[in-house]
C-alpha cells in the first residue's frame, strides 16, 4: 500500500497569476468592475420608477 503525501502552500499573488496563466488581480478587478455596474444600473432603474399615487389597498370603515 502507498502511503500518499499531501503538503499544503500558500502562493502569493504573483505566483498564482503565473500558475493561473493571468494576471489574479485584474480579474477581480474587472469582476468588481462589472458587477458594480450592474448594480448602479439596477439602482438608477429603481430610482426612475414612476410614483403611483394609488395606495395599494385602502381600508374603509363604515
Known amino acids: 500500500m502507498t502511503k500518499s503525501i499531501h503538503e ?3 502562493l502569493s499573488i504573483n505566483e498564482l497569476d503565473v500558475v493561473s496563466g493571468g494576471s489574479m488581480l485584474s480579474m477581480a478587478i ?3 468592475e462589472k458587477y458594480l455596474q450592474g ?3 439596477r439602482l438608477m432603474d429603481a430610482v426612475h420608477q414612476p410614483v403611483t399615487s394609488k395606495p395599494s389597498m385602502s381600508l374603509h370603515m363604515r
Open 8 to 10: 499544503a502552500c500558500e
Open 39 to 41: 448594480l448602479g444600473g
Open 30 to 32: 474587472d469582476a468588481a
